[in-house]
């Protein structure tokens, strides 16, 4: 499962028009699941070919989620609430063979870019380190809550100015 902004739904990840106006979700490092992409599931695969819930196609932008890949383009930390629960119930009511309550899942939370965006404003509380920590705690405590059995792989913000 993945949560996160554009970049944890593979947003313009090929690079040329007309591709990088989509969002490529089956190569996204956390939760794609095309054959021939590098990505945890299909590493995961080799160990267990029973995975379940890795991105198989691309979607159009701001899709609100896809497979168990519930990043949404433009999303900040304090959306992942709502990816939470898409997680949840697509989990349960799209994917018969998962235990919700004993099988073991893996959570990738990458999430930020955006919200250093808010940074760059003077005085705005929105871009504070303060906000985006309460934010996230918030939601390490809802996975805790929500999602039994779970790993939580949380992968920390890149330097955005050679992107931005």
């Known amino acids: 499962m993945a949560m996160g902004d554009s970049i944890s739904a593979g947003f313009a990840m090929k690079g040329f028009p007309p591709a990088d ?3 490529y979700r089956d190569w996204v490092f956390s939760i794609g ?3 021939s992409a590098v990505t945890i599931p299909n590493w995961l695969k080799h160990y267990n070919p029973d995975i379940k819930g890795a991105a198989q196609d691309w979607t159009w932008p ?3 989620g896809e497979w168990l890949d519930g990043a949404v383009s433009m999303a900040k930390v304090e959306a992942l609430p709502d990816q939470i629960q898409y997680l949840m119930n697509t989990a ?3 994917y018969p063979g998962i235990n919700w309550e004993e099988d073991w899942k893996l959570l990738t939370i990458f999430v930020g870019a955006n919200n250093l965006c808010d940074a760059c404003k003077p005085k705005d509380p929105l871009g504070t380190p303060e906000y985006w920590e309460a934010h996230l705690r918030q939601v390490l405590g809802l996975v805790q809550k929500h999602i039994p ?4 792989n949380l992968v920390t913000i890149f ?4 992107v931005w």
């Open 21 to 23: 106006f989509l969002e």
């Open 33 to 35: 699941g095309d054959d």
């Open 62 to 64: 701001m899709t609100k």
């Open 92 to 94: 349960r009511n799209s």
């Open 149 to 152: 059995k779970v790993f939580v």
């Open 159 to 162: 330097n955005i100015s050679g």
